[in-house]
């Protein structure tokens, strides 16, 4: 059983900058495409960006492209988000997630089998 735990998360000021990490145990973190996605109430959760196992591909939405970077350091089972730029509307709760389907899929929530609790982001403008 596969267990992702977020952190980072925390109440930034329009401009600044969080990196949430995510943690992982219980599978194989260095063969498993991660992602990143956030959600607000009253709304679908939706794709922040993703990596492939091997760190070679990345993929953002367009709201944060160029402001946020996604990284992994296998030999830690660690994922992390860098956020800068941030905005009032990045605000959410974030969540990691781990899927065994290709990269054409990465994008899409419902390829992903294994879910952390999320952490809050908070933009105050």
């Known amino acids: 059983q596969v267990q992702l735990v977020e952190s980072g998360g925390g109440l930034v000021q329009a401009g600044g900058s969080l990196r949430l990490s995510c943690s992982a145990s219980?599978?194989?973190?260095?063969?498993?495409?991660m992602g990143w996605f956030r959600q607000v109430p009253g709304k679908e959760r939706e794709f922040v960006s993703a990596?492939?196992?091997?760190?070679?591909?990345?993929y953002y939405s367009d709201s944060v492209k160029g402001r946020f970077t996604i990284s992994r350091d296998n030999a830690k089972n660690t994922l992390y988000l860098q956020m800068n730029s941030l905005k009032p509307e990045d605000t959410a709760v974030y969540y990691c997630?781990?899927?065994?389907?290709?990269?054409?899929?990465?994008?899409?929530?419902?390829?992903?089998?294994?879910w952390g609790q999320g952490t809050q982001v908070t933009v105050s403008s």
């Open positions: 997630a781990s899927t065994s389907a290709g990269r054409s899929y990465l994008e899409r929530r419902g390829f992903y089998e294994y």
């Open positions: 990596l492939t196992w091997d760190g070679r591909g990345t």
């Open positions: 219980g599978g194989t973190f260095s063969r498993t495409a």
